[in-house]
């Protein structure tokens, strides 16, 4: 009853990473290296002209399921607005298509909203951000994304009224790092 136990167990907890390995084996060196896990976190910081400082962190790792390609990430994260606001994010995006484990240089496109577990409708800022691993560095600009979800004096938009007038691409350079790191940041942002 105890072997079975074992096998059992080691099939739940094993059978996931020998998914990524045999699919996905760029997921254990996102950023450059060798990951236990594969899963990559970083934070970055963006100026915009018109609508202030921010700093983003961000989780990702593979995500399998009906209708996803091999090169499909997921996640969570969060954005901190210099003028208070801060948003927990979900995370969708892909990576080039490519072989092997080497995503240097390949472009990556990810997508954040607003996480909002109640399902309100209200996903509010919605962020792009596309562009390419460098060395253990994932560089990005920002679609003008960052223009259409915040106004001005740094507050959100409101639902349906996304601004079109300012086309200002925002960069943002996600540097490997933890959620304290970003905290950090964070706190420093808001003068807190």
């Known amino acids: 009853m105890l072997l079975k136990l074992a096998l059992f167990a080691m099939l739940a907890f094993g059978l996931p990473f ?24 970083g934070w970055g910081r963006m100026h915009s002209k018109t609508s202030g400082d921010y700093t983003i962190y961000i989780t990702i790792s593979p995500s399998f399921g009906r209708g996803h390609s091999f090169t499909d990430i997921s996640g969570k994260g969060a954005l901190c607005a210099q003028h208070g606001g801060n948003y927990r994010l979900s995370m969708a995006g892909s990576f080039e298509q490519g072989s ?9 496109t990810i997508y954040a909203h607003n996480y909002n577990p109640k ?19 994932l560089v990005l600009d920002d679609q003008g994304s960052i223009n259409q979800a915040f106004e001005p004096g740094g507050g959100l938009t409101r639902k349906n ?19 304290s790191d970003f905290d950090a940041a964070c706190a420093a942002l808001q003068g807190k």
């Open 18 to 41: 020998a998914m990524y390995a045999i699919f996905a084996p760029w997921a254990y060196f996102m950023g450059g290296h060798f990951h236990l896990y594969p899963k990559w976190a």
């Open 100 to 108: 092997g484990v080497d995503l240097q240089g390949r472009t990556a």
């Open 161 to 179: 009224q996304a601004r079109s007038d300012n086309q200002e691409r925002v960069s943002l350079t996600l540097h490997e790092g933890s959620r």
């Open 119 to 137: 399902h309100t409708g209200h996903n509010d800022p919605s962020l792009e951000f596309r562009g390419k691993w460098n060395n253990h560095d």
